[in-house]
């Protein structure tokens, strides 16, 4: 079985209720930790609560992460 841990998050809100939020994430099972970047989308219900919709995770390398961060801002 695998536990989450979040560790750090961040979003924004942006349209009618919807909301992308960036997080560290810490995956812990019997064999061991392994930290990663998630990336979800979702929305807010009336009540208030989040609901998430899609989610994409990313490695903590380096080079990984600079090459998303320099891509998305040359799109």
């Known amino acids: 079985m695998v536990e989450f841990e979040t560790i750090k998050s961040e979003e924004i809100k942006f349209g009618?209720?919807?909301f992308?939020?960036?997080a560290r994430?810490?995956?812990i099972?019997?064999?061991g930790e392994n930290e990663f970047i998630s990336v979800s989308s979702g929305f807010f219900t009336?009540?208030?609560e989040k609901r998430y919709r899609k989610s994409f995770t990313v490695p903590l390398d380096e080079s990984v992460?600079?090459?998303i961060a320099e891509t998305l801002l040359k799109v």
């Open 25 to 27: 994430k810490k995956a």
């Open 46 to 48: 009336p009540e208030g």
């Open 65 to 67: 992460r600079k090459f």
């Open 16 to 18: 009618n209720s919807k």
């Open 20 to 22: 992308i939020e960036v």
């Open 29 to 31: 099972s019997e064999d």
